[in-house]
């Protein structure tokens, strides 16, 4: 069973939702990263998010286009994630990792290198924003290869034959974007969103989480009594560069990443029990 | 040179928008359906005798067409060689080949049902053709300019705003023609549902490469006619300059199963592609993807996409259309360059010889006109495609000389 699968099923067992933080590799300093996943595993996380530093993030709003461009001032590639994934596995084995990033740093490294790269360092899933099913099937070959997870989107305008199209090619979990919109942006229609992940579950076994929208405890504990899982990513993100410009070490941006992100945990846990 | 049959172009784009290993559609899943929507209908409307009189209709009327091949003897006679023709997409309406497109993307627009018009612009010639349409059509319209064009192109910017349009300064990434389709990309993520996204060259996701050519080929299909017409045979060559390439597309489509009609697309050396100066992907880029499409793109070694230099704000692009990736590849098509000064010659010389202010853009294509006439024989036939015209480049090129206003 791949780290994902165990992740979920060992949640499953203790009633409890994933926790999935997102933060740019790199950002706001390459020395920050490692220690902000490990703080972000002591305040409750799950699994780990990380995204790829890219010059053209085009689904990213304000915040994470910063944070992009701040990593990549900082000379942050592809192999330097790969790299932080390592060394966070030298200390945990057991928090599952995802990338999360754009097609063409990994076309360029080749997907084949990116595989075996990916699987020596300890990582476990690939989310390419601008990958549909459509355009997937080369990647596919080298995950599944590499015993990768390939994590998918589906949006709130994915027709329902889509969502076949999209979960027959999924593995690890399906990450439902709950607004129409970059990242950072708007209000979440509970309602809206609880239907859709019902539709998605009514046609594939895989774990659904949610991101988009959710940025506090309140909103992570309405979206785990309809979820598997929870992203946050811009609001971690802001904070991290508010706790940066304030002069903080990386100790104390982790400490400000891991203090929303126990707050969350709090909020999802007390929600599911009461 | 290699041969097109017609089979093989007309399996080029497949249904997913491939042609050959490049083209598709590599956008966010929030896109997908809308794209299915616009390529089914495209597919229905294109085949629509009814659309396509409607189509002609506004090409004649409104934008001014056919748009006439001049022949620039003056010019031409410096060089020796091949008799040159000009293909004056600088004289339709709104100034240059890009209303061609917004045209027809506009009728699309109406047909959807949508109330709201995006684009993207780098020169601001096709934020200008695209608030031209939507002042047409009563549309509200949102033009997305790098920071680093708006101030380049000052005149263009104001006329959109004359136009009932409003530009949004992009201030992202390097504030230029990319960030600008970044831009346009996520508010297209936001509004899907009532606003259409008028892309303005032949990148991005299926099915643009595929429509934005379809509706720019009436300058080739045009110019075809007219050059059989005015020196009875099909010329020896065709010159247009590239930064997304529509208007290149435009004129080398109708003419690609003519075997013996050589083509050049000329993009932009900017400092010289040397210097990494440039916006030259298709001479010294390497395959990855950008903005919906599988490409030859400038990138480095990480795949971060590279800061583009051209004095010519309009090939200031990163990126090239999926379909002259594959021209190149089965070499069909000559992608050549000419640099930033060669281009400010040739903005001089036409002026001077023939009384005609081309693009910065276009006089791209013709300075490497000049150079390929000379190879050819006094019988042989050259078209180049003036694209548009150079008034909103005038600051630019005193701006150069050191005249201030």
Known sequence: MSRIAECFAALEQSGRRALIPYVVAGDPGQEVTVPVM???????????????????????????????????????????????????????QATPVLLMGYANPVARMGYSKFADAAQAVGLDALLTVDMP??????LNIELQRAGLDNIFLVAPTTPLPRIEKITERASGFVYYISLKGVTGAGHLDMIEVANKVGEIRARCSL???????????????????????????????????????????????????????????????????? | MAEISRELLAGVPDQNGHFGEYGGRYVSETLMSALDDLDRLYT?????????????ADLANYVGRPSPLYEATRWAEQFGGARIFLKREDLNHTGAHKVNNTVGQALLARHMGKTRIIA?????????????????????????MGEEDVRRQA???????????????????????????????????????????????????????????????????EARQQCLEITGKLPAALVACVGGGSNAIGLFYPFLTDDRVAMYGVEAAGLGL?????????????????????????????????????????????????????LKDIGR???????????????????????????????????????????????????????GRGDKDIHIVAEINGIEF
């Open chain 2, 333 to 387: 098509v000559n992608y050549v360059t000419a640099d930033d000064r060669e281009a400010l010659d040739a903005f001089v010389q036409l002026n001077r010889r023939e009384g005609i202010m081309p693009a910065l853009e276009s006089s791209h294509a013709l300075a490497y006109a000049a150079r390929l006439a000379p190879t050819l024989g006094s019988d042989d036939v050259v078209i180049v495609n003036l694209s």
């Open chain 2, 155 to 221: 005149l263009n910017v104001y006329r959109m705003k004359l136009l009932g349009a409003e530009v949004i300064p992009v201030t992202s990434g390097s504030r230029t023609l990319k960030d600008a389709m970044n831009e346009a990309m996520r508010d297209w993520v936001t509004n899907v549902d009532d606003t259409y996204y008028i892309i303005g060259t032949v990148a991005g996701p299926h099915p643009y490469p595929k429509l934005v050519r379809d509706f720019q080929s009436v300058i080739g299909r």
């Open chain 2, 120 to 144: 993207e612009t780098g020169a601001g010639q096709h934020g200008v053709a695209s608030a031209t349409v939507a002042a047409r059509l009563g549309m509200e319209c949102q033009v997305y």
């Open chain 1, 38 to 92: 490990h703080k972000l595993v002591a305040a409750g996380a799950n699994i780990i998010e990380l995204g790829v530093p890219f010059s053209d993030p085009m689904a990213e709003g304000p915040v994470i286009q910063l944070a992009h461009e701040r990593a990549l001032a900082n000379n942050v590639s592809l192999s330097t994630v790969l790299s932080m994934v390592r060394e966070f596995r030298d200390q945990d």
């Open chain 1, 207 to 274: 774990p659904v989480v949610v991101g988009f929208g959710i940025k506090d405890a309140d909103s992570a504990a309405a979206v785990a009594r309809i979820a598997d899982g929870v992203v946050v990513g811009s609001a971690l993100v802001q904070l991290m560069a508010l706790a940066a410009e304030r002069g903080e070490n990386a100790d104390g941006i982790a400490g400000a990443a891991a203090a929303l992100l126990a707050d969350m945990r709090a909020g999802m846990d007390a929600g599911q029990t009461g």
């Open chain 2, 44 to 56: 229905r409307l294109s085949a629509d005798p009814e659309f396509q009189r409607e189509l002609d």
């Open chain 2, 274 to 326: 040397d210097t990494g100066e440039h916006a030259a992907p298709l001479s010294a880029g390497r395959p990855g993807i950008l903005h919906g499409n599988r490409t030859y793109l400038m990138q480095d070694e990480n795949g971060q996409i590279l800061h583009t230099h051209s004095v010519s704000a309009g090939l200031d692009y990163p990126g090239v259309g999926p379909e002259h990736a594959w």
């Open chain 1, 133 to 138: 099913p459509e355009e997937v099937a080369a």
